[in-house]
């Protein structure tokens, strides 16, 4: 297996109230652009299912069937953010076909009383390892379970599964403005966007603390408030977070970033850039050398579920340490069980306990009960258990 020698981390930073106007403005400009160009291409979503190895704009621009007129490179952007969701949606579109097969009323739990019909998740879990063997990639392996469940949708609003993908899937403009500018020509020659980041390491004699500091500088091309486009001016210094600054004290790169919006459930908008570093991949030993995985998830309604498999000796199966947090965030220990034994280990419904008889070998705290006081750190916590097996405890900072 080859490993990546470089990653890319993105870091959103909120850019300051006096760059937001002129930021949303843009924004609000570029999603009708970009909204345009996926419409008019959406009836040739094929085109984008092969040939990704260029800028997706350079993909685009042949087909185009008209233009913003704000300028080259804020056309290649607009493009290039229209042509990477078309790319994206032409490879959902070949994980549709995969499945397209498995699309029956099988998959369907009928109504049963005052309950109405629903997916059954069961059988679509087993149809999707069933196919399994035959896929290599995950992405699009994680894709069949989606993409099922969505026509699964489909079928309970309309009583009838799709036959091709532009059934299932909708046009998929932006609801919210996304704009990329992977299209412009860098931080320093950008005709859409110019940055540049200030970093500083010193150390003060007074205190003899060694103090360091990473600062961003945004300029942006956007439409002033009578629809004339024009260059703003300079942003105030924006702080970087720590991390970021030990990247770059460290050589990482910078690549394009991205801008977008956070619209809240009251209508507050809120413009971010997405900086993005490209940074040395950390080494990760084969998973034949791994004794212990750790899974994690973040829910709607509960918090968290956290599942831990140890790998056991001989031919005694995996054990597994499972936690699901209680949507109100309420502290809880989940002990451990066999895999397959069929013994359930916890549930965050009625407050059931585990059943199994075995002592924990690894114990899972998740703090944060609603209407305790928020935590300002993490602790860690190692001990001995009842058994004499070693027991561990994590508290995480509250975060609702």
Same mark, same amino acid.
């Given at each position: 297996?080859?490993?990546?020698?470089? &990653?890319?981390?993105?870091?959103?930073?909120?850019?300051?109230?006096?760059?937001?106007?002129?930021?949303?403005?843009?924004?609000?400009?570029?999603?009708?652009?970009?909204?345009?160009?996926?419409?008019?291409?959406?009836?040739?979503?094929?085109?984008?299912?092969?040939?990704?190895?260029?800028?997706?704009?350079?993909?685009?621009?042949?087909?185009?069937?008209?233009?913003?007129?704000?300028?080259?490179?804020?056309?290649?952007?607009?493009?290039?953010?229209?042509?990477?969701?078309?790319?994206?949606?032409?490879?959902?579109?070949?994980?549709?076909?995969?499945?397209?097969?498995?699309?029956?009323?099988?998959?369907?739990?009928?109504?049963?009383?005052?309950?109405?019909?629903? *997916?059954?998740?069961?059988?679509?879990?087993?149809?999707?390892?069933?196919?399994?063997?035959?896929?290599?990639?995950?992405?699009?392996?994680?894709?069949?379970?989606?993409?099922?469940?969505?026509?699964?949708?489909?079928?309970?609003?309309?009583?009838?599964?799709?036959?091709?993908?532009?059934?299932?899937?909708?046009?998929?403009?932006?609801?919210? $403005?996304?704009?990329?500018?992977?299209?412009?020509?860098?931080?320093?020659?950008?005709?859409?966007?110019?940055?540049?980041?200030?970093?500083?390491?010193?150390?003060?004699?007074?205190?003899? &603390?060694?103090?360091?500091?990473?600062?961003?500088?945004?300029?942006?091309?956007?439409?002033?408030?009578?629809?004339?486009?024009?260059? $703003?001016?300079?942003?105030?210094?924006?702080?970087?977070?720590?991390?970021?600054?030990?990247?770059?004290?460290? $050589?990482?790169?910078?690549?394009?970033?991205?801008?977008?919006?956070?619209?809240?459930?009251?209508?507050?908008?809120?413009?971010?850039?997405?900086?993005?570093?490209?940074?040395?991949?950390?080494?990760?030993?084969?998973?034949?050398?791994?004794?212990?995985?750790?899974?994690?998830?973040?829910?709607?309604?509960?918090?968290?579920?956290?599942?831990?498999?140890?790998?056991?000796?001989?031919?005694?199966?995996?054990?597994?340490?499972?936690?699901?947090? *209680?949507?109100?965030?309420?502290?809880?220990?989940?002990?451990?069980?066999?895999?397959?034994?069929?013994?359930?280990?916890?549930?965050?419904?009625?407050?059931?306990?585990?059943?199994?008889?075995?002592?924990?070998?690894?114990?899972?705290?998740?703090?944060? *009960?609603?209407?305790?006081?928020?935590?300002?750190?993490?602790? *860690?916590?190692? $001990?001995?258990?009842?058994?004499?097996?070693?027991?561990?405890?994590?508290?995480?900072?509250?975060?609702?």
């Amino acid at each position: 297996m080859i490993m990546a020698k470089t &990653q890319m981390l993105a870091f959103p930073i909120r850019l300051p109230d006096t760059m937001q106007a002129e930021a949303l403005r843009l924004l609000d400009a570029s999603s009708i652009a970009i909204n345009e160009i996926i419409t008019d291409l959406w009836p040739q979503l094929d085109l984008f299912a092969a040939d990704r190895g260029g800028p997706a704009w350079k993909q685009v621009e042949p087909h185009l069937l008209r233009r913003s007129g704000r300028g080259s490179r804020q056309e290649r952007c607009e493009m290039e953010q229209a042509g990477r969701i078309l790319r994206a949606q032409a490879s959902r579109k070949q994980v549709f076909q995969t499945i397209l097969p498995l699309l029956s009323e099988g998959l369907i739990r009928p109504a049963e009383g005052s309950r109405p019909a629903r *997916k059954d998740s069961r059988v679509i879990k087993e149809q999707v390892r069933a196919l399994r063997s035959d896929v290599e990639d995950a992405d699009a392996f994680m894709a069949m379970t989606n993409i099922i469940e969505q026509a699964c949708n489909r079928y309970l609003q309309t009583e009838s599964f799709p036959s091709t993908y532009e059934d299932l899937q909708p046009v998929p403009v932006l609801s919210v $403005g996304q704009l990329t500018f992977a299209g412009d020509d860098g931080m320093k020659a950008g005709q859409a966007y110019r940055a540049r980041i200030e970093v500083s390491h010193s150390c003060e004699q007074a205190s003899r &603390q060694e103090q360091e500091r990473a600062a961003l500088y945004i300029r942006l091309r956007s439409p002033d408030e009578r629809g004339n486009w024009a260059w $703003g001016q300079w942003s105030e210094p924006i702080p970087l977070p720590a991390p970021m600054f030990s990247y770059l004290w460290q $050589g990482a790169t910078t690549l394009a970033p991205t801008l977008r919006e956070i619209s809240s459930a009251d209508g507050t908008r809120v413009a971010v850039m997405d900086v993005i570093l490209e940074v040395p991949a950390q080494y990760v030993s084969p998973l034949e050398q791994e004794h212990r995985v750790l899974g994690w998830d973040w829910g709607v309604r509960s918090l968290i579920t956290v599942c831990v498999l140890e790998k056991s000796e001989g031919d005694e199966p995996y054990r597994q340490v499972s936690m699901a947090d *209680k949507h109100d965030s309420a502290a809880r220990l989940i002990a451990s069980k066999p895999v397959g034994s069929g013994i359930p280990c916890c549930s965050n419904k009625r407050s059931r306990r585990t059943k199994s008889r075995r002592l924990p070998s690894l114990l899972i705290l998740l703090a944060g *009960k609603s209407g305790s006081p928020p935590m300002t750190g993490v602790s *860690k916590r190692v $001990g001995r258990s009842t058994s004499g097996a070693t027991a561990s405890s994590l508290t995480l900072p509250r975060i609702c």
